[in-house]
């Protein structure tokens, strides 16, 4: 089992995280409840490294975004939507994890590894258990959403 855990923006929390087990620290850069700035996420990071993946989370960012969190941040991974891939700049497209949700079209090719979800990020929304159930079949896959 891997688990990230999202949404952090204190030291605590992120603390408490890394002690219970967290093998990822998703900060959400994305508008959200739970977003923090770029600097937030780099300075929240610097207790992660070492311990834990650090994992931007996106959705449909700006090229000029994404260029701000890797060279400010240098997250593992970037999370952004699978359909927000081919517009990313090379060094982000190699180190993305794509967000599939259940109401899109799953194409016949997969990543060797994706993020399931509900059809929408950030509401505590269960993806759907069927389909989950054959993605894993196909490739690694993380869910998200209302776990």
Request: charged share 20%; hydrophobic share 45%; aromatic share 6%.
């Amino acid at each position: 089992m891997f688990v990230k855990i999202c949404g952090l923006r204190d030291e605590e929390s992120v603390a408490a995280a890394l002690e219970a087990g967290a093998d990822a620290i998703g900060f959400v850069i994305a508008p959200s409840v739970r977003q923090v700035s770029v600097a937030q996420a780099a300075r929240l990071a610097e207790s992660v490294r070492g311990k834990a993946w650090c994992i931007a989370v996106t959705r449909q960012p700006p090229v000029t975004v994404v260029d701000e969190i890797f060279d400010a941040f240098a997250p593992d991974l970037l999370q952004t939507d699978q359909g927000d891939v081919s517009s990313l700049p090379p060094r982000a497209q190699e180190r993305v994890l794509a967000v599939y949700r259940e109401h899109e079209l799953i194409p016949d090719r997969l990543p060797a590894c994706l993020l399931f979800e509900g059809s929408q990020s950030g509401v505590g929304q269960t993806a759907n258990w069927t389909l989950a159930k054959k993605l894993v079949a196909r490739t690694r896959l993380l869910l998200a959403g209302g776990l």
